[in-house]
């Protein structure tokens, strides 16, 4: 009978430690799970706190528009987006640096093309191999549509924002806006419409891809520059655009 006890005694105090290394083990998965929420949570914060330029929430590639267009400017595919590179500067030789002309180019490629195409379709039957399939080429109704849709929304909204930088709503647009052309027409003494164009493009191609994969101290110097600016704002907005006279305000016109 003794040994009885004994042996119980032991199975209990056995079964008790593997209680407690249960619980044990079941408060640190709590504790480990409180703490992962913690340091998300903290993650979260801290990403809101970020500053990010134009008041960006969303990716570099979404605010691109996502998709195909977002994967060519942002390198997703190299083979294809270096061909595009390729194929721009390309035709920026020919038509800058070799002096060529558009429908002189577009002549001698459809020369090019119909000749090659001719010449098969009537050998096929001499060398005993079929003719070249050639493809029904249409453009589609909705792709006109929709590009004619979204370039009448574009155009709409730059006709809006000149209306009221012209009613002299907005003293900061007005700026914005005026330096953006000024710093146009200066790039249009120096160059070029093509030249231009390429110019555009090859921002595209390289400024979109290297901000995301720098776009913290990007951000960072773009915060400190931001600070600066609207302290010379204040001053220039205290100095000079408080001392110009203003006509009634609406409130007063309507009383």
Not at 110 to 126: C, G, M, P
Not at 194 to 216: A, G, N, Q, S
Request: glycine share 8%.
């Amino acid at each position: 009978m003794a040994e009885q006890h004994k042996e119980e005694a032991a199975k209990e105090s056995l079964m008790g430690k593997i209680s407690d290394k249960l619980h044990g083990r079941g408060d640190g998965s709590s504790s480990s799970s409180d703490s992962d929420d913690d340091r998300s949570s903290a993650a979260a914060a801290v990403k809101a706190k970020i500053y990010r330029l134009f008041g960006r929430e969303k990716p570099v590639h979404s605010v691109l528009g996502g998709g195909k267009p977002a994967d060519l400017f942002l390198w997703r595919n190299k083979r294809i987006s270096g061909g595009v590179l390729a194929g721009a500067t390309a035709i920026w030789l020919l038509f800058e640096v070799m002096d060529y002309h558009l429908l002189t180019l577009l002549c001698h490629c459809l020369i090019l093309t119909l000749a090659i195409l001719f010449l098969w379709s009537n050998a096929s039957t001499f060398i005993n191999k079929s003719p070249p399939n050639i493809p029904e080429v249409r453009i589609p109704e909705d792709m006109v549509v929709n590009v004619a849709r979204s370039l009448r929304y574009e155009l709409n909204r730059g006709f809006t924002t000149l209306r009221e930088i012209g009613r002299g709503h907005d003293l900061k647009k007005f700026l914005i806006v005026i330096a953006g052309l000024w710093i146009l027409s200066v790039l249009g003494s120096c160059c070029n419409f093509l030249t231009l164009c390429y110019i555009v493009f090859m921002v595209l191609y390289t400024v979109p891809v290297l901000y995301e994969k720098y776009e913290d101290k990007v951000d960072a110097f773009g915060e400190k520059a931001m600070i600066e600016l609207k302290k010379y704002y204040v001053i220039f907005d205290e100095k000079c655009m408080s001392k110009i006279p203003k006509g009634p305000s609406k409130d007063k016109k309507q009383h």
